[in-house]
């Protein structure tokens, strides 16, 4: 599966942003599809992951109550829908799937996805 994540941008902080990741090859139908990003100088992080079959959600302690992952079955897209952004927030996003229609250890490690979209850069300003 080939993935397309765009939407990134400059935003000031207390702003919102909707990153998408668009599916082309296959369908997500048995994937689980998660977001993670990368600030310069740090490790790629997880931020917030679905399954796409049931829909069923986790977050990162640092994206509760502000990022959620909608997506759009029709369009064989998901989306990060960050709200209340802050300057920490600063990173080069990525969208990833992997093949598996639980949650486990498994899901907050970028080694365990299969699939990746290109980085989408989202900048917020003090």
């Known amino acids: 599966v080939q993935l397309q994540a765009s939407g990134g941008g400059l935003v000031q902080a207390g702003g919102s942003l909707r990153l998408s990741c668009a599916a082309s090859?296959?369908?997500?139908?048995?994937?689980?599809v998660g977001w993670f990003r990368q600030a310069p100088g740090k490790e790629r992080e997880f931020v917030a992951a679905i399954i796409w079959s049931g829909g069923s959600t986790v977050y990162a302690e640092s994206a509760k109550g502000r990022f959620s992952i909608p997506r759009d079955n029709a369009k064989n897209t998901v989306y990060l829908q960050m709200n209340s952004l802050k300057p920490e927030d600063t990173a080069v996003y990525y969208c990833?799937?992997?093949?598996?229609?639980?949650?486990?250890?498994?899901?907050?490690?970028?080694?365990?996805?299969?699939?990746w979209g290109q980085g989408t850069q989202v900048t917020v300003s003090s």
């Open positions: 090859g296959r369908t997500f139908s048995s994937q689980t």
């Open positions: 990833a799937a992997m093949t598996t229609t639980i949650f486990s250890g498994r899901t907050y490690s970028s080694r365990s996805y299969e699939y």
